[in-house]
Each structure stands twice: as structure tokens, then as C-alpha cells.
């Protein structure tokens, strides 16, 4: 993802339609504060877009340090879910950072109502850990969440990357 992709998840992000009924109805964030967390990105967060063949994006991946893990998290436009896409995009994302990274796991959080953010993550080798009771508080009321990983031993190998990439 590069700067000039900012006002499209600016628009992604502050639409309720998009973000989907499992994700929190936060405040409306400016272009202005997507630039700000995009200047201030560390070496072990990086943000993608998701594109089809035809280079249509429908939807955003990334991963980010949470004390001495990467966690990653995505999103897929409304009219482009259940089609693979994000099962495809989360492979490869697991890939890209146990080829380029010395982790031992990956993780993944997912509101335990959303059965196919779930299936994605089993899809993709990730096995659910446990729930994290009443974390989000997500249109009125909390709920809980989901915790899955991914370990290196369960990985073996590239499932959609055949080389290394090094940022």
C-alpha cells in the first residue's frame, strides 16, 4: 500500500457497509489521521491491497507487531466475500512473513460471531486458541472474540509463495 491509497481506505474505513456488522462502529477518522498512522508504521507493519487479476481492489491485509508476535488483520469488500479471496490473501501473507521473518507464529483476532472470518483463518492453517470474553463492545453490546495462530512447525511450507521477499 502506498500513500496515494489512503483516501480509498479512508472511504473503506469510515463505511459501516464495508467494515461489516462484526466490526465496532468507531468515530469517523480523517484523511488527515490515515496519514499520520501511515507515516508512523514500524518495520513489522505493513498494510496491502487486495486486487483481483483485472487490478479491481476489493479489500486490505496487514500485519503489525503485538508484543513479541505478528498479528495480522483484513477486510473484503461486501460484494467480493465467500469468494476465496481472502483465504488466498491471508496464505499469502502467512507465507510472506515466515519467509522473510524469523517468528515462530502468526496470529489472528476475529469477533466469535464471524463464522467466515473463521473459516478464512482454519482455511489458511490457523487453529482457534481460545476466547477472549467481551472484548469488543460492537453495536451496542460486547462480545467476544476469537484467538487463532498459526505456528512455523504447522506451516512447513509456502502454500501460494515459492521465494523469499525481504523488505
Known amino acids: 500500500m502506498e500513500k496515494e491509497d489512503l483516501p480509498l481506505l479512508v472511504e473503506w474505513f469510515n463505511n459501516p457497509q464495508i467494515t ?7 468515530p469517523q477518522r480523517s484523511k488527515k489521521e490515515f496519514e499520520d498512522r501511515y507515516e508512523k508504521l514500524g518495520p513489522d507493519e505493513k498494510f496491502f491491497l487486495i486486487e483481483k487479476k483485472d487490478a479491481n481492489r476489493i479489500g486490505s491485509i ?6 513479541s508476535m505478528l498479528e495480522i488483520g483484513y477486510s473484503i469488500l461486501p460484494d467480493e466475500r465467500g469468494k ?3 483465504t488466498e490473501a491471508v496464505k ?7 519467509l522473510s521473518r524469523p517468528i515462530v507464529r502468526v496470529q489472528a483476532h476475529t ?4 463464522m467466515a ?5 482454519e482455511k489458511s492453517g490457523f487453529k482457534k486458541e481460545g476466547t477472549l470474553r467481551k ?8 462480545v467476544d472474540s476469537c484467538v487463532y495462530g498459526i505456528l512455523r512447525e504447522e506451516w512447513r511450507e509456502p502454500k501460494i509463495l515459492t521465494k523469499v521477499y525481504r523488505d
Open 62 to 67: 496487514g500485519h503489525y507487531h503485538t508484543g
Open 117 to 121: 472470518s473463521q473459516r478464512v483463518l
Open 84 to 86: 476465496g479471496y481472502c
Open 20 to 26: 461489516g456488522e462484526f466490526e465496532p462502529l468507531d
Open 92 to 98: 499469502i501473507m502467512v507465507d510472506y512473513l515466515f
Open 135 to 142: 472484548e469488543y463492545f460492537v453495536r451496542g453490546e460486547w
Open 111 to 114: 469477533n466469535a460471531r464471524n
